[in-house]
């Protein structure tokens, strides 16, 4: 359960930073999402719930790192040509089921078990056949092109660790020490709703003064993509009743509640109001840009982020703040995303104390090095410039310039979606 703080007000003109906001959330939210079995084919991109003890060596058995033929280095000549006779085949799956004698050779292919023996194998394009003998060259090196029992794992070893995301290669290695299900977190799950007498679903009549609803469907991506179970409540007139009984009824079977706008001090800003009778709502005033107003707070047992209005303003503070939230709530271990250094490819001056974030995307110069442009317009409400962005520079609050050439922090669009 995420525990509520009231050190989130800050007085007026007073803002917090953002390293101190996130160190206060690492602090206060903990784990909801409960844990399941699931067989490995549907345990892709969710959180590992225990950790992995390998109860078997991988390669559980000396084998065969290329098709050739197995020999013992003892046999092999010092100097010139060896000259063995070749008397058995060895594939995998089949193993020869004797210990190898001396001096002679036997054909194996890649994956074979390696008799008794063994230390070494011949590539096949380094030998000739002639007759019943094979025939290889001078340079040899004992213990080439063979795989050793427990090379990659070994019996005992810890090989996945509680709280990861499982990609494709923790399924593998899971796979590969036998292990057909995993311990795994729950899906969290989410409500999404939009506010406003003004916003229209898209594929309907959009009357004059009226927006369609771009961020519902954003904030509802994000959360896919981050393995959320996501219910859309829709769009909710301004009415402090119908907010506040579909936040009501939301909390009761959600780990999380988000919404964009609706969370100012306005008249018609019914939002706020409604999460505080029904629980907390700290308003969070970040050194920031984009990103205010954003509010964190609980109704009932779930979660609440209020989002600003404006779609990059959104997109911003759920990737750098809410995302760490919901992957803390999922049980996840690591929470934050990696920035890159790549040189700037623009000028630009920024205000002293805040932390910026500016839309760009990355070219190569002519030394093979990655540079980032700006985009050219910095509006939070030009959704055009995150799709044609590659990711996020993140200008720290000391910084007030940067300069054509000086190395910033890049965040890839690749690292949080």
């Given at each position: 359960?995420?525990?509520t703080a009231n050190d989130c007000f800050r007085p007026a003109g007073e803002l ?215 219910t859309d409540l829709g769009i909710l007139p301004d009415r402090l009743p119908v ?77 750098r703040i809410v995302r760490p939230v919901i992957l803390t709530l999922a049980g ?86």
């Amino acid at each position: 359960m995420a525990e509520t703080a009231n050190d989130c007000f800050r007085p007026a003109g007073e803002l917090m930073k953002l390293d101190a906001a996130l160190a206060l959330l690492a602090e206060r939210i903990k784990p909801v999402a409960g844990t399941e079995t699931a067989p490995l084919a549907r345990a892709l991109d969710r959180t590992l719930a225990e950790t992995l003890t390998a109860e078997r060596d991988v390669p559980p058995h000396d084998n065969a790192a290329v098709d050739g033929f197995a020999v013992r280095f003892a046999d092999v000549a010092a100097d010139g040509e060896t000259r063995l006779p070749v008397t058995g085949r060895v594939a995998a799956g089949h193993p020869l089921g004797r210990p190898a004698r001396p001096a002679e050779a036997l054909r194996i292919f890649t994956g074979a078990l390696v008799p008794e023996g063994i230390d070494t194998i011949v590539m096949q394009e380094d030998c000739r056949l002639e007759g019943e003998n094979v025939v290889f060259g001078p340079g040899l090196r004992a213990g080439v092109n063979l795989r050793r029992r427990g090379e990659d794992v070994r019996a005992g070893d810890v090989i996945l660790e509680e709280g990861i995301r499982l990609r494709p290669q923790e399924i593998g290695l899971a796979a590969s020490v036998g292990r057909a299900t995993l311990r795994v977190r729950a899906p969290l799950r989410a409500a999404v709703f939009s506010t406003g007498d003004e916003v229209r679903d898209p594929g309907t009549p959009v009357p004059e003064g009226c927006i369609y609803d771009a961020n519902r469907y954003v904030i509802g991506g994000l959360l896919a993509g981050l393995g959320c179970t996501v219910t859309d409540l829709g769009i909710l007139p301004d009415r402090l009743p119908v907010i506040r009984q579909a936040l009501e009824r939301a909390a009761a079977d959600h780990h999380l509640i988000i919404t964009s706008g609706g969370i100012s001090v306005g008249d018609e800003d019914h939002v706020r109001a409604a999460v505080e009778a029904l629980g907390h709502l700290h308003l969070w005033r970040l050194a920031i840009k984009p990103g205010r107003p954003l509010a964190l707070g609980q109704v009932g047992g779930a979660v609440f982020a209020g989002l600003p209005g404006n779609p990059v303003a959104a997109m911003v503070t759920f990737l750098r703040i809410v995302r760490p939230v919901i992957l803390t709530l999922a049980g996840r271990r690591e929470t934050q995303p990696r920035c890159y250094k790549v040189r700037a490819a623009f000028a630009y001056r920024k205000k002293a104390g805040r932390r910026e974030f500016l839309r760009a995307h990355l070219v190569t110069d002519a030394g093979g090095e990655p540079r980032a442009v700006k985009y050219a317009a910095d509006g939070s409400g030009v959704l055009t410039s995150m799709v044609a962005a590659d990711g996020l520079v993140e200008l720290p609050e000391w910084m007030e310039a940067v300069k054509d050439g000086d190395v910033i922090d890049f965040l890839p669009f690749a690292e949080v979606l």
